[in-house]
């Protein structure tokens, strides 16, 4: 988190170099779910920052799901270790009701077997928290581009 934190003053301080190259279309529904607040804050700033006006935040999957946020999803970007159903239980229910919009995962807990899970699962990319902005920025940018 205190990477995105730095991040985030330095998009204070100048405009993020290149962000219309870096971005598609910044009206693309992102749906984000992480149970830490201050994490969630900092990514939905991060987003926000970076010109995505359809930022949708939950924190926790059930809370995601009693919603229609990810019918519209272009990009879900989900914590692995959410309380209740986990972020891989997520993908794998949304995608047995047909919704299989690009998903990046992110954790603070590395373990090999899950990031194995994921991968299987088909996601973009797999991040570690802490990790920098640009690079859930860039994951993104593929996600959308992979996605029409």
Avoid at 37 to 63: H, Q
Wanted: proline share 5%.
């Amino acid at each position: 988190m205190l990477q995105l934190k730095r991040t985030l003053r330095t998009m204070k301080v100048r405009k993020w170099p290149g962000i219309s190259a870096l971005m598609a279309d910044q009206n693309q529904s992102i749906v984000l779910v992480e149970d830490d607040a201050g994490m969630r804050k900092a990514i939905a700033r991060l987003l926000r920052a970076a010109g995505f006006n359809a930022v949708r935040v939950f924190p926790s999957a059930e809370a995601l799901l009693g919603t229609d946020a990810a019918e519209s999803a272009a990009c879900l970007v989900l914590d692995i270790h959410l309380p209740g159903l986990s972020g891989i239980d997520l993908r794998r229910r949304l995608a047995a009701s047909g919704r299989e919009p690009p998903v990046i995962f992110i954790t603070a807990h590395e373990d090999p077997s899950v990031r194995d899970e994921a991968e299987t699962l088909g996601c973009v990319d797999y991040l570690h928290k802490p990790f920098e902005g640009s690079v859930l920025l860039n994951a993104i940018r593929r996600a959308l581009s992979a996605h029409p």
